[in-house]
């Protein structure tokens, strides 16, 4: 089936420095979106994008968030500053039309010390 | 929150089992996504049930959708060791149809 690809699958970071997470979604989707999960625990919306732009964000996309993807290629998370708190399992998703079926990636474990 | 129940609950059945998971959702909705996320991987969609539908089946699985309770239940019939995962409903609501939320999941363990 189609295949959301995530690199890196683990990054260890100290507190305070910038993180991107890469994301290669399926080829011909329109709406990416990143879902954080800590423990395995529920999986929480952060923001999609469409268009290139943000059309929603949840309370957890702070302002230290940012997503972007420049000329049709990765779909990227940027985390800058980071904190402890952003210690989880960030997931990528795509799908071709608005909360239809979401295709995600295997995740990006992000340790931040 | 989107959600009625907010807390991962954990099942633990032998194989051969039949198993029924629970959702219920506060907002109102005309589709249930049921997604189930092997450990160390991303969810994936195993089926989606529309207000339509009532029911639908696939395989050993069976979902319904009750909009009046605003609830969903996805069935598995003679649970295999292959099934242990984690079992999550996801829904659009009306107002916010951009964005498919997540309930809390089932983690199911299937013993042989």
């Known amino acids: 089936g189609p295949k959301v690809l995530q690199i890196p699958s683990h990054q260890i970071i100290d507190m305070g420095q910038m993180v991107t997470l890469n994301c290669d979604p399926v080829?011909?989707?329109?709406?990416f979106y990143w879902y954080k999960q800590i423990l395995g625990q529920q999986m929480e919306f952060l923001v999609n994008?469409?268009?290139?732009?943000?059309?929603?964000k949840s309370k957890l996309f702070k302002d230290q968030f940012s997503v972007e993807r420049p000329d049709g290629s990765y779909f990227t998370l940027k985390i800058q500053p980071t904190a402890l708190e952003d210690s989880a399992v960030y997931f990528c998703?795509?799908?071709?039309?608005?909360?239809?079926?979401?295709?995600f990636g295997s995740g990006t474990r992000l340790t931040v010390l | 929150s989107q959600w009625g129940e907010e807390n991962l609950q954990a099942l633990s059945i032998q194989e051969g089992e039949d198993v029924t998971m629970n959702c219920s959702y506060k907002?109102?909705?005309?589709?249930v996504h049921w997604y189930r996320q092997d450990s160390g991987r991303g969810p994936a969609l195993i089926i989606l049930?529309?207000?339509?539908?009532r029911e639908k089946r696939s395989g050993r699985l069976r979902a319904t959708l009750d909009t009046s309770s605003q609830s969903s239940s996805l069935s598995i019939t003679a649970a295999q060791c292959e099934d242990t995962a984690v079992y999550f409903c996801?829904?659009?609501?009306?107002?916010?149809?951009?964005?498919?939320?997540f309930g809390s999941g089932t983690k199911l363990t299937v013993e042989p």
């Open positions: 049930i529309r207000s339509n539908e």
């Open positions: 080829s011909n989707h329109l709406y």
């Open positions: 994008f469409y268009n290139g732009k943000v059309m929603e």
């Open positions: 998703a795509s799908s071709f039309s608005s909360a239809e079926t979401l295709y």
């Open positions: 907002t109102y909705t005309t589709v």
């Open positions: 996801a829904t659009a609501s009306m107002s916010n149809y951009n964005v498919l939320y």
